[in-house]
């Protein structure tokens, strides 16, 4: 028996907006901190069975002890960023000369990109480790897309040849996103992440660029 394909409404699904990509100020801190905070309150984050409004409950019990503080309260702290802890990171990526992007649209920042991580350990001066994340409203419109791969163009020129970034096994849609750009798998961490009363992989997707050394050279 065949299929029926009912008529879909191009108009109805989102397209893809062209943002604006520039370094990230300290200006930017509560506009970052409040689009991490909300990836927070959903899945992947929070386990199955936890509503929106239940993890909005969580976030602002949560906000309310951090809400002054400029760095973690503990080791391995998974909760809100404060203005002031953002606005720590985004000096820390300047004085290591690393980049750190927003996504802009229409004067809204609609995502950011940092990139610290293994590339501080000795000898991985090569490789960057970096991470993204889309506001609520602006996600299935590429701009996650547009951040990594304006970070593929551009790794040459910061001498990187080896992106890396570390996903959650749950995380589908930065998954998607990345192997739809040609990221491979390095490697996976069985039951690595422990968060909210669950445990999960962490995934390592990774792309190797060409040399950087001899792209310097040539």
Excluded: C
């Amino acid at each position: 028996m065949s299929a029926v394909l009912s008529t879909v409404d191009l108009s109805l699904l989102p397209r893809p907006h062209r943002a604006h990509l520039r370094p990230a100020t300290t200006q930017d801190a509560q506009a970052i901190a409040a689009i991490y905070n909300a990836s927070l309150r959903t899945q992947p984050y929070q386990p199955e069975g936890v509503s929106a409004e239940t993890g909005a409950r969580w976030l602002s019990q949560e906000m309310a002890r951090v809400r002054e503080l400029d760095a973690q309260p503990e080791a391995n702290y998974l909760g809100p960023m404060s203005v002031p802890m953002t606005r720590r990171i985004i000096l820390v990526h300047q004085v290591y000369q690393r980049p750190m992007l927003v996504a802009e649209i229409d004067g809204e920042v609609a995502g950011w990109m940092g990139s610290l991580g293994m590339h501080e350990r000795p000898g991985l001066s090569a490789l960057f480790e970096f991470a993204y994340y889309v506001a609520p409203r602006w996600r299935g419109h590429g701009i996650g897309t547009q951040l990594v791969r304006h970070l593929i163009t551009q790794a040459p020129t910061w001498q990187v040849d080896r992106l890396l970034a570390t996903v959650w096994s749950d995380n589908a849609a930065s998954l998607g996103v990345l192997r739809h750009l040609g990221f491979q798998s390095w490697g996976r961490l069985p039951g690595a992440v422990m968060a909210f009363g669950k445990r999960r992989d962490l995934l390592m997707m990774g792309m190797t660029l060409p040399d950087a050394r001899a792209a310097s050279n040539g």
